[in-house]
């Protein structure tokens, strides 16, 4: 699997953004990806993730509420629909294969990062 996020830029707080992740060489379906992010002298977080075989999608609390995270099998491409973005949302965002960890209740990046696209929360 290769992946490719895009859609970053400069946003108000209150603004939105779409990113998208367009996944290539995708042949099955059993595995998650998870959007995550990361921002200088932060830990790498999970954002959010979703299940490629059943849809299932999982939000981390800090987001929860104003992302929306969404798959379009025939595009193969998976979006994350982020509103209401906050300064505290800057980071460089990418989308990588996941595993749930389900003792802590998120998802993990598992072998496949793509590139990241920087989103910066700002007036």
């Known amino acids: 699997v290769q992946l490719q996020a895009s859609g970053g830029g400069l946003v108000q707080p209150g603004g939105s953004l779409t990113l998208s992740c367009a996944m290539s060489?995708?042949?099955?379906?059993?595995?998650?990806l998870g959007w995550f992010r990361q921002s200088p002298g932060k830990e790498r977080e999970e954002v959010s993730c979703?299940?490629?075989?059943?849809?299932?999608?999982h939000l981390a609390h800090s987001v929860m509420g104003r992302f929306t995270v969404s798959r379009d099998k025939l595009r193969n491409t998976v979006y994350l629909q982020m509103k209401n973005l906050k300064p505290e949302d800057t980071a460089v965002y990418y989308c990588?294969?996941?595993?749930?960890?389900?003792?802590?209740?998120?998802?993990?990046?598992?072998?496949?990062r793509g590139q990241g696209t920087q989103v910066t929360v700002s007036s």
């Open positions: 979703i299940s490629m075989s059943d849809n299932n999608t």
């Open positions: 990588a294969t996941a595993l749930w960890v389900a003792l802590e209740q998120k998802c993990v990046e598992y072998d496949t």
């Open positions: 060489g995708v042949s099955q379906d059993n595995f998650k």
